[in-house]
């Protein structure tokens, strides 16, 4: 079984949704993060956490906010969702020392 | 000017050569350094870590410039599985702990 998983693996919405992307980890890591991926720009880092109740913002907070409940789930929110949020989102994990990161499989979103 | 960046490519290479190309990165105080490998519509997945003194590991060889502020990475015997996007990742510390920064990757294509 995958160490890293998300919900849903593909999602469109329109624009003004609500939506939630999941993110799932088994492998007892403190740390989560969620990027989001557009062709040419690299992986772009959104929030992150460090421990359950812990976050921060990344460099493209704006238009996401995210929960840590439970040290095995980090949840991204799109409060209302805006075309140019069409991307791949990616979900990682990492110890302590946040150098290797472990990545799910992916969440890519259609914001028509 | 983009803290990490890469060529990218398309790296088109007949099965059997060898390939390499680099990545530089812009923050002097970058500590460590990654290769990551990335197939189409999947998930990052770390390749291997960059040490000051270059190494290896197989057919792939990675080196590290700290004075010219780039690393590289070389792949002997392509195999047509080594088509991949292959993204430079530079860690630094931050106020919060160790920040990575993704370059936007370089593509190859092995061909037989």
């Known amino acids: 079984d995958a160490d890293v998983t998300q919900t849903p693996r593909n999602r469109i919405t329109k624009t003004g949704k609500r939506i939630m992307l999941e993110c799932s980890q088994t492998?007892?890591?403190?740390?989560m993060y969620w990027y989001r991926q557009d062709p040419g720009l690299g992986l772009r880092l959104i929030y992150y956490s460090f421990d359950v109740k812990d976050i921060n913002k990344g460099e493209i907070s704006d238009g996401y906010s995210v929960s840590r409940q439970a040290q095995a789930k980090f949840s991204l929110s799109l409060e209302s969702a805006i075309p140019n949020q069409t991307a791949l989102y990616f979900c990682a994990t990492s110890d302590f020392l946040g150098e290797t990161q472990y990545f799910g499989p992916g969440t890519r979103l259609l914001v028509l | 000017r983009k803290e990490v960046e890469q060529d990218p490519g398309p790296f088109n290479v007949p099965e059997g050569a060898t390939v390499a190309f680099n990545c530089t990165y812009s923050n002097s105080a970058s500590q460590s350094f990654f290769w990551y490998r990335q197939d189409c519509r999947k998930e990052p997945k770390l390749l291997m870590s960059v040490y000051s003194s270059g190494n290896e590991d197989g057919r792939f060889t990675a080196q590290l410039n700290r004075a010219s502020q780039y690393i590289s990475l070389l792949i002997r015997d392509s195999k047509l599985s080594d088509s991949a996007t292959y993204l430079c990742v530079v860690s630094a510390l931050g106020a919060a702990g160790n920040k990575l920064t993704f370059g936007g990757g370089t593509r190859v294509l092995v061909k037989p």
């Open positions: 492998k007892g890591h403190d740390r």
